[in-house]
């Protein structure tokens, strides 16, 4: 997610960050899946790449539909499975910190 190198993308993030701060994305706080997430993410390999490719295209992904989305379609967004496994892979890579 990091390794995208752009002046969209850090206008991205910085808006990810602001809603996962402010929690109006929900954002990931279940220490269990944290714990199980980061687990995963040091112990398989095949895992951690997968999680990587998937930030990056959800990122990109992002990238394109938050410059045309009000607050109320991202907010939907927020709630989708998909979303919701970027937060939590995001928070475990420290993407948001």
Known sequence: CRSVSSANHAT???RWE???RRGTLGGVRDRSSLALAAGRMKQDPIF???AHH???LFDKGFARFESTASDSEISDLA???TAR???LLGRVTGTFD
Do not use: E
């Open 12 to 14: 991205t993030q910085q």
């Open 18 to 20: 602001s809603y996962v």
């Open 48 to 50: 951690r790449d997968a």
């Open 54 to 56: 998937f930030l990056r």
């Open 79 to 81: 709630g989708t499975r």
């Open 85 to 87: 496994a970027f937060m």
